[in-house]
């Protein structure tokens, strides 16, 4: 084999390693795809869309109230899309169909049938735990369950930023 080929090859290797480590620390640290799975974040978000989760909005900063978040739920070993409702060391409280922060009324235009299951009784979202919960709030399993209940910050991976598909809606994320 001639030393021009084995330059070339040696280049494309290092091309390509170069490519799979970008890739790797991009996805690891920078943005990650989601898949929306259920209806729990209708009418904001639908089965089979596409999202781009920014990992780094977070980084430099604590979630914000209306935030749209992908959570890690440890317990079903998926990632869960939510929306941010309550803050560390907030009080939420859920009756007649209506959020409660500190005692005032949460204001959700993102919410088009104020519809719940169930009222959630006070209480205070611990230190670095978020409560949050699906648009769609009678088919979403969120914070009002035991099974999920507040969200630990460590395990909040990223703000959903950007829709991909479907093309008709592809843009920013309210």
């Known amino acids: 084999m ?8 040696i280049s494309w290797i290092k091309l390509i390693a170069t490519a799979f480590l970008i890739a790797f620390i991009l996805k690891t640290f920078v ?5 929306v799975k259920g209806p729990s974040m209708e009418p904001t978000l639908y089965q089979g869309q596409i999202l781009i989760v920014s990992k780094l ?29 309550g803050l560390p060391k907030e009080e939420i409280d859920i009756k007649d169909s209506s959020v409660y922060i500190n005692g005032k009324l949460l204001e959700e235009s993102y919410i088009q049938v104020p519809t719940y299951e169930n009222d ?16 769609n709030r009678v088919e979403s399993r969120d914070s009002r369950s035991d099974s999920l209940g507040f969200v630990d910050r460590k395990n909040i991976i990223g703000k959903a930023v950007f ?12």
Do not use: C
């Open 2 to 9: 001639s030393e021009s080929i084995k330059n070339e090859i």
């Open 31 to 35: 943005f990650q795809i989601a898949y």
């Open 57 to 85: 909005s977070y980084r430099m900063r604590a979630p914000k109230r209306e935030d749209i978040v992908v959570i890690n739920d440890n317990l079903e070993h998926k990632d869960l899309i939510k929306r941010v409702i």
């Open 120 to 135: 959630f009784s006070k209480a205070i979202a611990p230190d670095n735990k978020y409560f949050v919960l699906g648009d």
């Open 163 to 174: 829709r991909l598909w479907p093309l008709n809606k592809v843009g920013t994320i309210k």
